[in-house]
């Protein structure tokens, strides 16, 4: 009970323990005093959950640093919070998926805002030169039980595109790293920057989203990509520093795609070098993945590229995909995902077999 009905009861007692009090005035008394503890124990019902949640959303806001302009957008940010909070809270309570949601920096987002900032694939509309025809990995017919390039070195830390649609950007420059590694035995941090300002290939527009393909096509034209150390990323368009530009620390010869809708030959890629995929990134529950192996729900609108970086099998035998993604690593298992492999529908889970590419040394 707060103070303010505190106060009131201990105010109305005092007048009942009065001697001089008449009996009218102590009958009015005792009716008062009822009123007041039922209109308390209403009150405090309705407003203690909303006061637990505001009180989380403020120590979310100080881990996550954010500060809004004004009280009117705070208030309408702690609405979408609540419902976020109340969403994720309800689906882990449910129990019958195989895979946890958490509140994220994300948790002040609609998911329209969400998809709007960090999902920026665009397929190509026109046809890929007749380079990317081969697939090199086709008559591969034995490949491991399971593949972690992180622990062959080949994964440089999970990195965040912040407020721009440059997922694009990442996968390629991820699958860059990996086969320069591969090629090298040297892992490099390679500049997702340098395509976000100085890559105008086809779909590619920076922050305004791109395509993976169009990436490596500007890499081999290009005669290679700056370290990501001498051409920093800033989460917004730039342009394009020449000088920069001309420090080439890596090159590839070219790229391939997997043939699609085929996971068979998508594991033959992922068995041999991180590749890039496109999937449907758009639901809630993407949104605030946490851990073990996401199942859906998820449709197959391409709509953000990741890089898939190994595979493997749980210990009840669910088979899944290792991806890397782009959002930083307090999303999913420290930027992390693990997508259900082998399901039904052609394309896989979220899509994740209809369009991957892979550079070549």
């Not at 920026?120 to 593949?147: H, I």
Request: glycine share 8%.
């Amino acid at each position: 009970m707060s103070n303010m009905y505190l106060s009131s009861f201990n105010f109305l007692v005092q007048c009942l323990c009065t001697s001089t009090t008449n009996m009218a005035f102590k009958h009015f008394m005792i009716a008062a005093l009822i009123l007041l503890g039922a209109w308390a124990c209403q009150a405090t019902s309705r407003t203690l959950p909303e006061a637990s949640m505001f009180e989380r959303h403020e120590q979310w806001m100080i881990q996550y640093g954010r500060v809004y302009k004004d009280e009117a957008e705070k208030s309408v940010r702690f609405q979408i919070f609540m419902d976020n909070v109340k969403f994720i809270e309800e689906f882990n309570k449910d129990g019958r998926q195989s895979y946890k949601l958490a509140v994220n920096e994300f948790a002040d987002q609609t998911n329209e805002e969400f998809q709007a900032s960090r999902n920026g694939y665009k397929m190509a509309v026109s046809s890929r030169p007749s380079q990317t025809t081969l697939f090199r990995y086709e008559n591969v017919t034995a490949v491991p039980s399971s593949m972690d390039w992180r622990k062959k070195g080949a994964v440089t830390p999970v990195k965040d595109q912040g407020q721009c649609g440059s997922c694009w950007a990442f996968s390629t420059i991820a699958a860059t790293e990996g086969i320069t590694k591969l090629k090298t035995g040297k892992l490099i941090s390679l500049s997702e920057q340098e395509l976000v300002d100085c890559d105008k290939t086809g779909e590619d527009q920076g922050c305004e989203g791109g395509y993976m393909e169009d990436g490596f096509e500007f890499i081999v034209k290009n005669k290679g990509i700056a370290l990501e150390a001498s051409y920093p990323y800033t989460a917004a368009d730039g342009t394009c520093n020449s000088k920069e530009e001309a420090s080439r620390a890596a090159k590839i010869s070219g790229y391939e795609k997997v043939p699609a809708n085929s996971e068979t030959a998508l594991l033959k890629a992922v068995a041999n070098q991180p590749v890039s995929v496109s999937i449907d990134a758009s639901g809630v529950a993407f949104q605030f993945y946490s851990s073990g192996v996401f199942t859906g729900e998820c449709g197959t609108d391409l709509d953000h590229g990741v890089t898939a970086v190994g595979y493997g099998k749980t210990s009840d035998g669910t088979k899944y995909w290792l991806v890397k993604n782009s959002w930083g690593a307090s999303w999913g298992d420290s930027g992390y995902i693990m997508m259900q492999r082998g399901v039904a529908a052609k394309g896989g889970l979220c899509g994740i077999a209809m369009d991957a590419s892979y550079p070549t040394a």
